[in-house]
C-alpha cells in the first residue's frame, strides 16, 4: 500500500517535473500522464493538465508497444514518458508497460503485446536472457523488437539497439575519480564498489571502464579496497536495489572500516549512491569525513545532493536524446527508413552483432551541473531549488 502511494506519487512528481522541465526543451509532456499505469486519481491533475497542451497526431494505424522495468526509478518514468510523446508525435499508437523488475511480468506484458497485435516492440529489459522464448515468439509472428537502453542478449530477433556509451559511463566515472581524488601511494585513498545487476549487460560494461580508469591507482597502492571486493561477482546489485547497496555497504563499513574512514564510494547508479548515504549516515559519518559519492543517471535528487555536497557526480543521460534515436530505428523497421546507427562492433549479444546508437553519456558535478543539466533544459532552478 505503501509502496503504491509512493509510486502514485513519484508518477506524479515525475509528471510535474517533466511538465515544467522537460517539456521546455523536448516539446509538451503530454503523454507522461499515461506513461504511469500506477497513477489513478490522486495524478488525474496532472494528466488532465497534460492533455490540454498537445493534440495527439492522427492515427498512422500502427501500433508500437514499449516494455519499461520499473517505475520506482527516474529514469525509467523519463524514457518511457518521452518514447510515448515522441511515437505519439509521429501517430503510432503506444503500449507503454512497466514491470516494476518483476522478470515474470515482464516476459507476461509482452507476450500480452504480441498478442494484442503490436507492430513494433521495444524493450528495455530487466533481466535481457529470460526474454529470449518471448522474442522468439515476437520474431515468429514477423514483429520487430528494438533493445532500449539495455541489450537483449543470447536472440537473433533483435533488429537494432538504442543506448549510452555504457563502457563509457565506467570509464568517466573512473576518470573522476582519478582526477578528483587526491590519491598517492604516499596519501592512499580507501574505495569500495558499488556496481550494477549481474543480468544487465550495462552494468558489465560499466565496471570493464571503471576499472581500466582505476586499476592503475590501485596497483600503485594509491587506492585501497580493504574489503578485497573488487570483482564484479562481488561487488555487484541484483536489480540495482537501493537497500542491498545500503546494507551492503553498512556490512563493509562495520567489518573493514571501523579504524580507517572510507573514503570513496564508486557507486554505479543514483539509487546505489542514496543506498550508501544512509549507511554512511547510520555510522556517524559528518560533514567532516564524507566521502566522494559517484552515481549514474543524474536523478532530480542526485542533482540536489550534487548541488548540497551529498554526492560528488554524476552520469547525466539525455533520456530525451535517446528516445529520439530510437524512434528513428522504430520507423526504421516499420517504414523502410535509415535509422542512424553509429556502432556495429562492440555490442555483440551472444548470438549477433547489434547495429547500435551510442549516446554520449556527461559527468555533471558542482561546477557544471548548472551549465549541462539546467541549460540543457533537464531541471530547472526551481526544481532544484526545492
Ligand atoms: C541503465 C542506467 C540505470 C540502471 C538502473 C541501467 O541499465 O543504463 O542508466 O541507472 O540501469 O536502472
Not at 507503454?96 to 511480468?105: N, R, W
Not at 509482452?110 to 533481466?127: F, K, T
Not at 582505476?214 to 579496497?225: A, E, F, K, N, T
Request: negative net charge.
Amino acid at each position: 500500500m505503501k509502496k503504491k502511494l509512493l509510486s502514485v506519487l513519484m508518477s506524479a512528481a515525475v509528471v510535474a517535473s517533466l511538465l515544467a522541465g522537460c517539456g521546455a526543451a523536448a516539446g509538451t509532456a503530454a503523454p507522461a500522464a499515461d506513461a504511469a499505469p500506477a497513477a489513478t486519481e490522486e495524478a488525474a491533475p496532472a494528466a488532465d493538465a497534460a492533455a490540454d497542451t498537445a493534440a495527439p497526431a492522427a492515427s498512422n494505424g500502427k501500433k508500437v508497444a514499449v516494455a519499461m522495468p520499473t517505475q520506482s526509478s527516474e529514469r525509467w518514468m523519463h524514457d518511457g514518458a518521452n518514447m510515448k510523446e515522441q511515437l505519439e508525435a509521429l501517430g503510432y499508437e503506444v503500449d507503454l508497460q512497466y514491470a516494476e523488475d518483476d522478470v515474470q511480468a515482464q516476459v507476461s506484458q509482452i507476450e500480452n503485446m504480441i498478442a494484442a497485435g503490436a507492430n513494433c516492440l521495444v524493450i528495455a529489459a530487466i533481466d535481457s536472457d529470460a526474454l529470449v522464448n518471448v522474442e522468439a515468439q515476437a520474431k515468429d509472428a514477423g514483429i520487430p523488437v528494438i533493445a532500449y537502453d539495455r541489450l537483449l542478449m543470447n536472440t537473433d530477433a533483435v533488429s537494432y539497439y538504442a543506448t549510452f556509451d555504457n563502457k563509457g559511463v565506467g570509464t568517466k566515472i573512473g576518470e573522476y575519480i582519478v582526477q578528483h581524488c587526491g590519491a598517492t601511494p604516499d596519501a592512499p585513498k580507501t574505495i569500495e564498489l558499488f556496481m550494477g545487476s549481474p543480468d544487465d549487460n550495462n552494468a558489465h560494461m560499466l565496471y570493464a571502464g571503471l576499472m581500466e580508469q582505476i586499476q592503475p591507482l590501485l596497483d600503485d597502492g594509491s587506492l585501497v579496497c580493504k574489503s578485497g571486493q573488487l570483482a564484479f561477482d562481488d561487488n555487484n546489485t541484483l536489480r540495482w536495489d537501493q537497500q542491498t547497496a545500503m546494507k551492503r555497504c553498512e556490512d563493509l563499513l562495520t567489518r573493514y572500516y571501523a579504524d580507517e574512514d572510507l573514503d570513496i564510494c564508486a557507486c554505479a547508479y543514483d539509487g546505489l549512491s542514496y543506498g550508501c548515504m544512509s549507511a554512511l549516515e547510520g555510522a556517524g559519518y559528518t560533514e567532516a569525513n564524507w566521502p566522494m559519492i559517484t552515481g549514474q543517471d543524474a536523478e532530480l535528487m542526485a542533482t540536489k545532493h550534487i548541488i548540497s555536497g551529498k554526492q560528488t557526480m554524476s552520469i547525466y543521460k539525455d533520456t530525451r536524446l535517446l528516445a529520439s534515436k530510437c524512434v528513428t530505428m522504430v520507423q526504421a523497421v516499420l517504414e523502410g527508413a535509415e535509422p542512424e546507427i553509429n556502432d556495429t562492433e562492440q555490442y555483440n549479444n551472444g548470438k549477433i552483432v547489434v547495429p547500435s546508437y551510442l549516446c554520449e553519456p556527461v559527468p555533471v558535478d558542482k561546477d557544471n551541473y548548472k551549465e549541462v543539466i539546467i541549460g540543457g533544459g533537464y531541471y530547472t532552478e526551481e526544481q532544484l531549488a526545492e
